[in-house]
């Protein structure tokens, strides 16, 4: 009976984007087991073993529950919150006066609630003066936020998970949706048109052996390869007149452009023969409702803005956008990059304006009340620019909030080095004992979700609610509460008294969207929400009589003043670093097993998730490349590329390319081989391709 539950919430899941809901059963007040929630509209009763342990994870023993403070013999010490928070404003403040206020920076995550986020963003920018600021979005979401901004004029994924479901072609691209998407997966195959799926993937992924067609291009192909179904199009006429006359803005342009990239060019330089590129574009024409995805195979490249843009012109070529079952569609990584998207106010201001823009800042003043001087005039650096601040010297002081960039950055050896040379490190997160953690001059313990309340903004622009089921152990404290003591601390605790709570703070956020395309206007209080099932933006109507399932686009009029979608499109710059003699193999990095998560500082906890998943950091390598090496299966091998090197278990398996590489993303080790090199456009790091050699350990 001690466990025995007597009451129910529901509340989303806090890994990736899905946004299931999790049924949690408590007893007095304070979970105790969790099941799916049957009647919720994005899992209806499914999740994945991540879900399923959302709850274990928070009991670790490494858990973060009281202020650490680096003393004078180099150990971290506990003190008291006031203490820390002392440290903290004395620090960053004579940082900022010795070096000036943008010497300091912040990195933050798309997996704090979205109140979070938007207090944090207001707190830096508008009341501790600090510019520069991103998030880990960066490293999964800002290709696609940047491709949907440049071609639709706002970031604006157009989907519903229901698209899933009526789509009879599905296109995924650079995306194992069986594994990092499991449930969206399963909607996948609930759909009862027989659809055909084609899966364009270097590797054969899961997702791929489960397709009606799996196109394994080369890496970095991807251009030539769209470009040459869009010349097909062209050439059949298999394109939708009416839409593109009516909808969008340089086709003809673009129709001239790709006339180059033929099929023959696309076989050459993809490795897919020309009627397999020929028969693809029929099933595409042939197809009545076509649905385009991708998730980081694309974006994680550094042409991936070009790459995303080429889907979506595929899309509105024919017409496939706006209706059931189509669409050009990211699907995001985090929980809440969404909300990150939208209301971090990192590198953009809140609900995608601009900070270069005076009339959004003088909207955002009136709003909140502030004066306007408060609000930068410039832009934050991206991550890599942080990053490289630090290298400078122009970087001197760095607060990281729920991310492990010792971890997961590219190139993380250079990485760790660059932390290490910051004047003040503070890392507030859930754990002490993350990379990042370690290094920090200052770890503030951080609750975790389940632990604290919030809204999380899925993949198809759901707003779902996150409740407290549990207590903080220790003296850990929600993020919000940390970020409220930071402002009294600093002294501009008087420019945030309506930022009282995570539910006030959404009633300003649904002041900032009044009017945006994100506009949440009427999305009420979170328990209109949590009744409504979630709720997708824009949201100007009360939730009860807005459909469940929304799309974006149903009227053909996107956000460019001109109401009209852009055809955008460039050549491939070619691969930064590609193989060679020395470096004979192109390694990919990704998702390992939809039992894992980043870098496992969660995941890495639960006794059951880890049984799932191997230990230690494997390579997969095709069985013509192990033979030549002389490596079998469970071997061990050493890894190296010019940045650094690993030692890995060899996998010995068909499902990757003779001359490729795959080692998943989740090992501490991955990322020293890692090159850092990035999209221009979006800002984002190419994980997947650089040059390395494998040999005997
Ligand atoms: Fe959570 Fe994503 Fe798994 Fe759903 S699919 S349970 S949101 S991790």
Not at 487 to 499: K, T
């Amino acid at each position: 009976d001690r466990l025995r539950p007597d009451a129910t919430t529901d509340m989303v899941c806090g890994y990736c984007s899905t946004g299931c809901s999790l049924r949690v059963h408590l007893k007095d007040g304070e979970a105790v087991n969790l099941t799916p929630t049957t009647e919720y509209p994005v899992n209806l009763g499914m999740a994945c073993p991540k879900g399923w342990e959302a709850l274990n994870v928070l009991d670790a023993d490494d858990r973060a529950t009281r202020p650490l403070l680096r003393g004078a013999d180099g150990g971290l010490k506990h003190v008291s919150w006031d203490k820390a928070l002392r440290t903290f404003c004395e620090r960053f403040k004579a940082i900022g006066e010795q070096y000036g206020p943008e010497s300091v920076a912040f990195l933050s995550t798309g997996q704090m609630v979205t109140e979070e986020l938007a207090l944090l963003g207001a707190l830096t920018k508008f009341g501790m003066g600090i510019v520069h600021g991103d998030g880990n979005t960066r490293q999964c979401m800002a290709t696609a936020a940047t491709a949907y901004k440049q071609s639709f004029g706002f970031d604006a994924p157009p989907f519903t998970y229901q698209d899933f479901e009526e789509s009879d072609v599905i296109v995924l691209v650079g995306s194992n949706l069986c594994v990092a998407h499991p449930i969206m997966w399963e909607r996948v195959c609930r759909n009862p048109h027989n659809p055909e799926i084609i899966v364009v993937d270097p590797r054969r992924t899961e997702t791929a052996m489960a397709a009606t067609t799996h196109l394994a291009i080369k890496p970095k192909s991807d251009l030539a390869f769209f470009y040459a179904l869009a010349n097909i199009l062209c050439r059949e006429g298999w394109v939708d007149r009416g839409y593109i006359d009516a909808h969008t803005s340089d086709f003809d342009e673009f129709a001239s452009f790709v006339q180059q990239y033929t099929p023959q060019r696309a076989a050459d330089e993809s490795g897919v023969p020309v009627e397999t590129i020929e028969q693809v574009a029929r099933k595409i024409h042939e197809g009545e409702r076509v649905s385009f995805w991708w998730t980081m195979g694309v974006n994680q490249n550094y042409e991936g803005v070009r790459i995303a843009q080429s889907l979506i012109n595929l899309a509105l070529m024919t017409g496939n956008i706006g209706r059931p079952g189509t669409g050009a569609n990211s699907v995001t990584g985090q929980c809440n990059a969404m909300g990150s998207r939208m209301f971090s106010n990192t590198t953009g201001l809140y609900a995608g304006r601009d900070f270069l823009d005076p009339e959004h800042r003088r909207e955002v003043a009136d709003i909140l009340d502030l004066p306007i001087e408060n609000i930068p005039a410039e832009n934050s650096w991206p991550y890599h620019q942080i990053i490289d601040g630090i290298e400078s010297g122009a970087i001197k002081g760095l607060w990281v909030v729920c991310t492990n960039t010792s971890h997961s950055w590219i190139h993380q050896t250079e990485a760790r080095e660059l932390l290490g040379k910051l004047d003040f490190l503070v890392v507030q997160d859930m754990y002490h004992s993350t990379e990042t953690a370690q290094q920090a001059d200052l770890v503030l313990p951080a609750a975790g979700w389940g632990e604290k309340e919030g809204t999380f903004i899925n993949s198809e622009r759901r707003l779902g609610v996150v409740k407290r089921v549990r207590r903080p152990p220790g003296e850990a404290l929600p993020d919000f509460s940390i970020f409220r003591l930071v402002a009294e601390y600093w002294g501009c605790g008087d420019l945030f008294r309506r930022w009282s709570t995570p539910e006030a703070t959404l009633e300003i956020l649904k002041d900032l969207s009044r009017g945006r395309p994100c506009d949440i206007s009427a999305i009420g209080d979170y328990a209109t929400i949590d009744h409504a099932g979630g709720v997708q933006w824009p949201c100007t109507d009360s939730p009860e009589v807005l459909d469940q399932q929304r799309r974006l686009f149903e009227d053909g009029r996107y956000y460019h003043e001109d109401g009209r979608a852009r055809f955008l499109f460039e050549d491939s710059r070619g691969m930064p670093e590609p193989p060679d003699d020395d470096y004979p193999f192109l390694l990919i990095t990704g998702r390992g097993a939809a039992s894992q998560w980043h870098t496992q500082t969660r995941t890495g906890k639960s006794e059951v998730l880890k049984k799932l998943y191997p230990k230690n950091v494997y390579v997969e390598m095709n069985p013509a490349d192990a033979a030549a090496a002389g490596l079998e299966s469970y071997d061990k091998a050493v890894v190296w590329s010019r940045r650094g090197e690993l030692i890995a278990t060899v996998f010995v398996t068909p499902t990757v390319q003779p001359g490729q590489l795959f080692i998943p993303m989740h090992y501490e080790a991955t990322n020293r081989l890692t090159l850092p090199h990035f999209d221009p456009y979006s800002h984002q790091p190419s994980y997947k391709d650089c040059a390395v050699a494998v040999a005997p350990a």
